[in-house]
């Protein structure tokens, strides 16, 4: 291995990425994160999490990504602010740039750069973030119990989450903007046979209504130009995610959605020495605890790798 060579580089600094830092760190790799564009990931546009094993009371996203990066850094982990902006990953040791300027050399990779929701773009969508609007209702559906809150999408994932809702809220909207649904025949069965949800066809979102306390409504418009508001208490986009495995795209094996395929059980891509873990290949999940779960096992696939070098 080439001296000058970073034993196991992270890329990324959410759930993932900071739980194989905490893994690498204890096997003696000598692992450097680079936390990217957003330290922390998802989790930090969440104020509390209900979900997370092992907080009786909750902890809020933020906290609980400073405590897994200390702990980290306790450990041993290096971990630098910076983007990886271009990566040659064709042959060991691989070669990477950070900030489009500095280059730094490493005998493993792990892929841990996780996937960004897709949101409608509104000013009124990212106003609320946080404080009503959510792209998550696993992660945020138990704070609008006998409530009302709305869903927008069409798909399978739409129908997923709004049914979800509708076991914890009195009623939910699912704003489509077409005359049918996109998801399957059993999903359109169950939301079809929900009473409390209703689907609001043929509309699309001009504007998310709210005040200090948060969201209080969503402005529509149909089809046909007619312009109406509905009230709700919440507001969850599910449209789909993005993977953000563009820059390795080149050099992994990715899905159709552009999801990074590893081997099986394990974290492996097809590039030895290349390892993902987290929502950058995992289309199913998307949850926290999966998260942090793959970066345990990218970092002990890691060690395994380097000791038969």
């Known amino acids: 291995m080439n001296s000058n060579s970073i034993r196991c580089l992270i890329i990324g600094g959410g759930p993932a990425g900071y739980t194989a830092a905490i893994y690498a760190s204890r096997a003696g790799l000598s692992p450097v994160l680079y936390e990217g564009i957003q330290p922390g990931g998802q989790l930090t546009t969440t104020t509390d999490i209900e979900n997370y094993p092992g907080f009786e009371n909750g902890v809020s996203g933020q906290v609980l990504m400073d405590d897994m990066k200390a ?62 609007v959510s792209a998550c209702a696993t992660c945020d559906g138990f704070f609008y119990r006998g409530k009302t809150v709305a869903v927008v999408g069409g798909g399978d994932t739409a129908c997923e989450e709004a049914s979800y809702l509708a076991g914890l809220c009195e009623k939910v909207y699912m704003i489509v903007r077409r005359d049918v649904l996109r998801a399957s025949a059993a ?20 504007e998310i209504l709210g005040d200090d306390s948060g969201v209080t409504g969503v402005r529509l418009v149909r089809k046909d130009g007619e312009v109406f508001d509905i009230s709700v208490h ?19 094996d990715v899905d159709g959605d552009g999801y990074i395929v590893t081997d099986g059980k394990t974290s492996r891509t097809n590039v030895p020495g290349v390892f993902a873990a987290g929502d950058v290949q995992d289309n199913i999940y998307r949850q926290a605890v999966t998260a942090a779960a793959s970066g345990c096992k990218a970092a002990m696939d890691v060690e395994k790798f380097l000791n038969s070098l």
């Open 71 to 132: 702990q980290a850094v306790r450990l041993g982990a290096d971990i630098r602010y910076g983007v990886i902006t271009d990566a040659d990953l064709s042959e060991r040791p691989f070669r990477l740039t950070v900030d489009g300027e500095t280059s730094v050399v490493a005998d493993s990779v792990i892929i841990a750069t996780g996937a960004t929701a897709k949101y409608l773009g509104l000013p009124s969508e990212e106003k609320y973030k946080g404080m009503g």
């Open 187 to 206: 999903m359109q069965s169950r939301v079809m046979n929900t009473p409390n949800i209703e689907i609001l066809w043929n509309c699309n979102t001009r």
């Open 234 to 252: 919440g507001f969850f986009l599910a449209i789909g995610h993005h993977p953000n495995s563009e820059l390795f795209s080149k050099w992994v």
